[in-house]
Nanobody, 128 residues
Framework: EVQLVESGGGLVQAGGSLRLSCTASVFTLDVYAIGWFRQAPGKEREGVSCISGSDSSAYYADSVKGRFTISSDKAKNTVYLQIDSLKPEDTARYYC?????????????????????WGRGTQVTVFS
């Protein structure tokens, strides 16, 4: 089973930036798509981005387009989520997960049910 470890979260002032990392225990980035999700207290888990294992195509939720950038370093078996222009509403615990497929499904990459292994998350807190 793939184990994922997220890092890079923190306490940041609005307008700042963070780069989150998701490192897999075994080589997987050429095989499976990786998704980033976030969950704020009292809210459902929200898919924010996905990167395909096949061609590194990137997908974003409308709420984060233009501010979030997903990328991968296959040599390091790590996927990154660059978050710029942080807003207080970005405050959440951020998780990465391996997809059940090698590509981000256009029909539902944002759905948690499309993913198998999950990390424990990293907390992002944005203050104004």
């Amino acid at each position: 089973e793939v184990q994922l470890v997220e890092s890079g979260g923190g306490l940041v002032q609005a307008g700042g930036s963070l780069r989150l990392s998701c490192t897999a225990s075994v080589f997987t980035l050429d095989v499976y798509a990786i998704g980033w999700f976030r969950q704020a207290p009292g809210k459902e888990r929200e898919g924010v981005s996905c990167i395909s294992g096949s061609d590194s195509s990137a997908y974003y939720a409308d709420s984060v387009k233009g501010r979030f950038t997903i990328s991968s370093d296959k040599a390091k078996n790590t996927v990154y989520l660059q978050i710029d222009s942080l807003k207080p509403e970005d405050t959440a615990r951020y998780y990465c997960a391996t997809s059940l497929s090698y590509y981000c499904s256009g029909y539902g990459w944002w759905a948690p049910g499309e993913y198998d292994s999950w990390g424990r998350g990293t907390q992002v807190t944005v203050f104004s």
